[in-house]
């Protein structure tokens, strides 16, 4: 293992993991904040803590890295719009 594959000494949240796993599956900001109930603001500062504590220089990296690490669960699932949203009206 590398140094850049080293965990952080500072473990990464539950909110920082899920936003990370949402941003790996293609999910926008807004869509992650409607998910997990936070406001677009919420949303990036937890992701900037992620990636300031995985030591990447952006979200690809941090989600790259969470990924090598095995921080991800086996499954990442989950839908930004609720069953049955005529999604579109998102857009």
């Known amino acids: ?4 594959d080293r965990p952080s000494r500072i473990p990464l949240t539950r909110t920082e993991l899920k936003c990370l796993g949402h ?6 900001d ?3 904040g409607r998910s997990l109930i936070l406001s677009m603001q919420e949303v990036e500062s937890v992701l900037t803590n ?6 990447t220089p952006n ?5 790259a890295k969470a990924a090598r690490l095995g921080l991800f669960s ?3 699932s989950g839908n930004p719009y609720p069953e ?5 009206k998102f857009s």
């Not at 293992?1 to 850049?4: D, F, V």
């Not at 049955?84 to 579109?88: E, F, I, L, Q, S």
Request: net charge negative; hydrophobic share 40%; no cysteine.
């Open 1 to 4: 293992m590398n140094h850049a």
């Open 23 to 28: 941003v790996a599956q293609g999910w926008s």
């Open 30 to 32: 807004e869509e992650i």
């Open 50 to 55: 992620a990636v300031n504590k995985l030591g």
């Open 59 to 63: 979200r690809s990296a941090a989600v």
């Open 74 to 76: 086996d499954s990442l």
């Open 84 to 88: 049955g949203t005529d999604y579109k």
